[in-house]
């Protein structure tokens, strides 16, 4: 899931989000340590956030869920390729 999900993702606290429209249609998926909290929409299956197992205090977002907002034209940012989490190596 992870390796081909193709997602930006920003970080913000738990109180740092807002869903303003289609929250009902959200579903929750949990697998492995069932630590992580991921959304997706239940109509077209895109990744909106989850809640962080390497930092349970934060989500991750989908950048590009932001309207106006092409997370494949910033610069810089940092990617991941899906299968060696960060919290799985130190």
Request: net charge positive; aromatic share 8%; charged share 20%.
């Amino acid at each position: 899931m992870c390796r081909r999900r193709g997602a930006v993702a920003a970080s913000v606290p738990l109180s740092g989000i807002k869903i303003v429209k289609g929250s009902e249609t959200l579903s929750l998926y949990q697998f492995n340590t069932r630590t992580a909290k991921h959304y997706f929409c239940s109509n077209c299956g895109i990744y909106t956030h989850h809640q962080r197992r390497s930092n349970p205090d934060q989500y991750g977002f989908n950048v590009a869920c932001l309207e106006g907002i092409n997370p494949l034209e910033i610069e810089g940012i940092p990617t991941y390729d899906g299968v060696n989490h960060p919290a799985d190596h130190g």
